[in-house]
């Protein structure tokens, strides 16, 4: 059993994902969440090798697999006329899974969450106690609450989200940059898609300052999309807006009918201004330190978010599995940072160029856009394939036992 004591502040996927690895690795936590009942806003949320691939390793393969659906494969259509530009398959004869080294999934984030909060179960889990901040010493650090208690710890782990309040004890007072584009999502039965030439695929229709992006759920019998529109600027205070219908249907007058018919059909009461976070300077103190969208917020266009948060929290379990005791904290801390800094500011943009590259007018840019996703697998092996855990235990000090731990709680 390590010596430290590790406080979590945030039950959503990564303060969940971090808790399971923790617990594998024999490390002591307390989950702070702030709402009553874990859950997750939104519909659904898809999640690549590289996150399935940890998932897997904690256990979780019966679970996440049993309440996903694999899309069939990735295709790209032109917005007006439905032409495929590019088609790669996923589950397809299995080609996603032999590529990268584990499977695709797209998942309703209740189901996700759900199987997660069921493995990590009641013990080290505090819901309704939402955090106020932070102090810390050479000695110690404490988390404060709103209802006046405090709870001591060794490191504080922030994985509070967007809005995080423990980033500003890291690195000051830092907002989302707002990424110019809006997004509206639904979910919508797909006996009630009649032009959409296929529901199995997870599927892009990209045209000019605009995409549509959706795929398969609840056993294939619902279609989760997200309709991402451009826009000048966002005036509001809040990052959500209401709306109605007739404003998303409006955005994608003249696209394809399968289009018109999927953003028409469902009962979209909002749109949601897609923000990221500049690339912080630091990502932890002595004692306190950030995953997930507090570290590194992107937009969703190459779906990475969470799936970086779940790589963030194999790393820091890893990387503090190696400390095991709070003479070690320090680096451990600056080794969790340098393992991922550089991969998730890469990411961060990666997903905003994909939305430039969506959103290209017809003219004489789109032949090389569409050789570039004609070439997709190639394009995002560096994401899709990397192995988190692996590549922090060959990084790790000789004298660490990260692995040895590892493969003793298994
Ligand atoms: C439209 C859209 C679509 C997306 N699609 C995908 C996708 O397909 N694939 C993908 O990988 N990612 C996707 N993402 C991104 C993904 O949802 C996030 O990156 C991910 O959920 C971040 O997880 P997190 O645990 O860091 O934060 P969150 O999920 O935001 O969880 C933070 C938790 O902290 C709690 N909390 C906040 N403040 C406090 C406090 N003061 N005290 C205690 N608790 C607190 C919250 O209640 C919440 O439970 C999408 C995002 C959007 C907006």
Redesign the pocket.
């Known amino acids: 059993m390590s010596q430290l004591k590790v406080a979590i502040?945030?039950?959503?996927?990564?303060?969940l994902v971090l808790a399971l690895a923790l617990r594998a690795r024999r490390i002591d936590f307390e989950l702070?969440?702030?709402?009553q009942e874990?859950r997750?806003i939104?519909a659904a949320?898809?999640?690549s090798a590289n996150?399935t691939r940890e998932l897997r390793r904690l256990g979780l393969s019966q679970q996440v697999e049993g309440v996903s659906v694999i899309p069939s494969a990735l295709v790209i259509r032109r917005w007006d006329t439905g032409e495929i530009i590019a088609e790669h398959p996923i589950g397809r004869e299995g080609v996603y899974e032999a590529t990268f080294g584990a499977p695709y999934y797209g998942v309703h984030r209740v189901a996700l969450m759900q199987a997660l909060a069921d493995r990590v179960a009641a013990e080290g889990l505090h819901l309704g106690?939402?955090?106020?901040g932070v102090d810390e010493s050479r000695a110690g650090a404490e988390v404060h609450f709103a209802d006046g208690g405090s709870a001591p710890a060794d490191v504080i782990v922030g994985?509070?989200?967007?809005?995080?309040?423990i980033r500003p004890h890291v690195v000051g007072d830092i907002r989302g940059r707002f990424s110019g584009t809006v997004?509206y999502?639904g979910l919508v039965a797909a006996r009630d898609l009649p032009a959409l030439p296929d529901p199995a695929p997870l599927q892009f229709w990209a045209g000019p300052g605009r995409h549509l992006l959706h795929y398969p759920i609840n056993g294939g019998r619902t279609i989760n999309f997200?309709a991402v529109v451009r826009v000048p600027t966002w005036t509001q205070q809040s990052w959500m807006e209401e709306c109605a219908v007739s404003d998303v249907v409006g955005a994608f007058a003249g696209w394809h009918p399968a289009v018109t018919e999927m953003v028409g059909s469902t009962d979209v009461g909002a749109r949601?201004a897609?923000h990221d976070l500049e690339p912080l300077t630091r990502w932890h103190t002595e004692r306190a330190v950030l995953?997930?969208?507090?570290a590194h917020?992107?937009v969703?266009h190459q779906?990475?978010?969470?799936?970086q948060?779940i790589e963030d929290a194999i790393v820091l379990a890893d990387c503090l599995c190696d400390a095991r005791n709070k003479r070690g904290l320090a680096a451990a801390l600056r080794r969790y940072e340098q393992c991922r800094r550089k991969r998730t500011v890469a990411v961060q943009w990666w997903s905003r160029r994909t939305a430039d590259l969506m959103h290209l007018p017809d003219g004489p840019e789109i032949a090389a856009r569409d050789a570039l996703f004609a070439d997709l697998y190639s394009q995002l092996t560096w994401i899709h394939s990397h192995d988190a855990h692996a590549s922090t235990v060959s990084s790790a000090p000789r004298s660490t036992r990260t692995q040895a731990a590892l493969t003793r709680s298994q």
């Open positions: 502040v945030g039950g959503g996927i990564g303060g702070y969440e702030q709402a874990l997750e939104g949320v898809a999640l996150g106690r939402p955090c106020i994985a509070d989200g967007a809005h995080s309040v997004g999502r997200l949601w897609l995953i997930g969208d507090a917020a992107m969703p779906g990475q978010g969470a799936n948060t």
